[in-house]
C-alpha cells in the first residue's frame, strides 16, 4: 500500500519527461524551458507537501489543546493521547525539514510515505482522541445523574416519612438508575478499546473498533437522555404530590 505514493509520484516525474521529449528532440534550445517545467512541477508537489504537512501539525495542536482544556479525561489517557501526539509532531516537524531539502520526486513520495501511513493523524488519532474524550466525559454524566438521582431519592424519603405515597416517585427513580448504568455500561469501555490502536491498525481492525465505538457512545447518550428526562418526570410528580396536600 506504501508503494502507492511512490508510484504515482514516479509516475508524474517520467510523464513530465515523456511529454518534454519531443520538444527535446526538436531543437537544443528548448532544453532549458523543458527542464523549467520540470522544476516547475516538482516545486509545485513540494507545496503540496509541506502544506498537507502544515495541515496535520496543525491538527496536531487543536487535538492538544482540546486534551489540556477538558475537565473530566482521565489523567492516564490523557498522557497516552498527548505521548503518541507528540511523538508524531516532532517527526512530521523533521518531514518538513526534509521536504524543504529534497531534491527528487522518489524523496517527496518517501516523504508521503511516511506522513500517511505512519502517523494516521486524520483517519486515526483525530477520531481516536474525539472518543476517549466523550467517553471519559460520558462517565463524568454517569456521576452527575447519579447525584442528582440520589437528591431526588432523600427528597422522596422524606417525603414518605411525612406520610406521603411516594412509590411511584421510587419507582422513576430506580427506572433512571438502571438506564443510567445501561449509558456507563456502554460510553465507559470505549476510552479502553480505542486508546491501543495504532497507525498500522488502519484501516482494519480499526475502523471496525471505532465504528463500534461511535455506535456505544450513540447507545450511551441514549440512555443518558432517557435517564435525565426519567429523573425530570420524577422530580415533577413529587412536586405535585407534596404541592397538592399543602394547597
Not at 494516521?120 to 438521582?149: C, E, M, N
Amino acid at each position: 500500500m506504501k508503494r502507492t505514493t511512490r508510484l504515482v509520484a514516479s509516475l508524474l516525474a517520467g510523464l513530465m519527461v515523456t511529454a518534454a521529449l519531443p520538444a527535446m528532440a526538436q531543437t537544443e534550445t528548448e532544453v532549458p524551458a523543458t527542464e523549467e517545467r520540470i522544476e516547475h512541477g516538482f516545486e509545485q508537489l513540494r507545496e503540496r507537501v509541506l502544506k498537507a504537512l502544515d495541515r496535520r501539525l496543525v491538527r496536531i495542536d487543536r487535538l492538544q489543546s482540546e486534551i489540556k482544556a477538558s475537565e473530566t479525561i482521565e489523567p492516564e489517557n490523557a498522557a497516552h493521547l498527548t505521548a503518541d501526539l507528540s511523538a508524531s509532531q516532532g517527526q512530521l516537524t523533521a518531514l518538513v525539514a526534509h521536504a524543504k531539502s529534497a531534491t527528487t520526486f522518489e524523496e517527496l513520495g518517501a516523504i508521503v510515505d511516511e506522513m500517511v501511513y505512519e502517523h494516521r493523524i486524520f483517519a486515526l488519532r483525530t477520531p481516536q482522541t474525539w472518543l476517549v474524550l466523550t467517553s471519559d466525559f460520558g462517565v463524568s454524566v454517569a456521576d452527575r445523574l447519579d447525584a442528582a438521582a440520589q437528591t431526588l431519592a432523600d427528597a422522596s424519603a422524606r417525603a414518605a416519612e411525612a406520610g406521603y405515597d411516594v412509590s411511584e416517585v421510587e419507582a422513576l427513580i430506580d427506572d433512571a438508575r438502571t438506564a443510567t448504568n445501561e449509558g456507563l455500561a456502554l460510553v465507559e469501555p470505549v476510552a479502553e478499546a480505542v486508546l491501543p490502536l495504532e497507525p498500522v491498525d488502519v484501516p482494519d481492525p480499526a475502523r471496525a473498533i471505532m465504528e463500534e465505538a461511535r455506535s456505544d457512545m450513540s447507545a450511551g447518550r441514549d440512555a443518558y437522555h432517557n435517564a435525565r428526562d426519567t429523573l425530570r418526570r420524577a422530580a415533577e410528580l413529587l412536586a405535585e404530590i407534596v404541592g397538592s396536600d399543602a394547597a
